[in-house]
């Protein structure tokens, strides 16, 4: 019994250490901008509030793409993102965000089908591909780069790099854990 029990508090030990080291990783790969041009930035969408209003959070990503977008690193923008609870296509209200600031209708890509991560990443393949584009600048929270990255080479679209807004709050501590889990369940 005492052999099963320090068995048991060995591989918790090693789960710990596992995903604070992968943590680490993540979020230094997410906080990692290569300053890298590219054709298009692909923005993952994130909740619209009940009122139509954008989350704090989707505002962030969407102005990180405007800065891209201003600095000339990219030509164009996506913005991809799937019907909410609350009753909003994200896509549609994303590019409404996008031409309030400023950014010409005809330089954003609406997605309104990028349902999660990885309809987003098909969804964006499928675009470049159209329009004979080869590089991306994915644009989303730190700790969902390296799996978004990570999808994108899995379809074969390799030259991805990514943009973080400085933008963090409480909440990051779950995502970090539910990126964790999620980094792991696609490799099955």
Do not use: C
């Not at 675009?127 to 969902?144: C, E, G, R, T």
């Amino acid at each position: 019994m005492k052999r099963a029990f320090t068995f048991i508090k060995w591989i918790f030990v090693i789960l710990i250490v596992w995903f604070l080291i992968h943590s680490i990783y993540i979020t230094i790969d997410g906080l990692t901008d290569k300053q890298a041009n590219a054709d298009v930035a692909i923005v993952l969408g994130n909740k619209v509030n009940e009122d139509g209003t954008l989350s704090e959070r989707l505002k962030a990503r969407l102005d990180k793409s405007i800065e891209l977008f201003n600095q000339k690193r990219v030509k164009l923008i996506i913005v991809s993102g799937g019907l909410g609870k609350e009753g909003f296509w994200e896509g549609k209200e994303m590019q409404e965000y996008l031409i309030n600031n400023k950014i010409p209708t005809e330089k954003i890509l609406v997605d309104n089908f990028g349902n999660d991560t990885e309809k987003t990443v098909e969804n964006s393949i499928r675009m470049m591909d159209s329009l004979n584009f080869k590089s991306a600048i994915s644009v989303s929270q730190y700790f969902h780069q390296t799996r978004t990255k990570k999808l994108f080479r899995k379809k074969g679209f390799e030259n991805i790099e990514s943009a973080s807004p400085d933008y963090f709050e409480l909440r990051d501590f779950y995502s970090i854990f539910r990126e964790f889990v999620a980094y792991y369940k696609e490799a099955i």
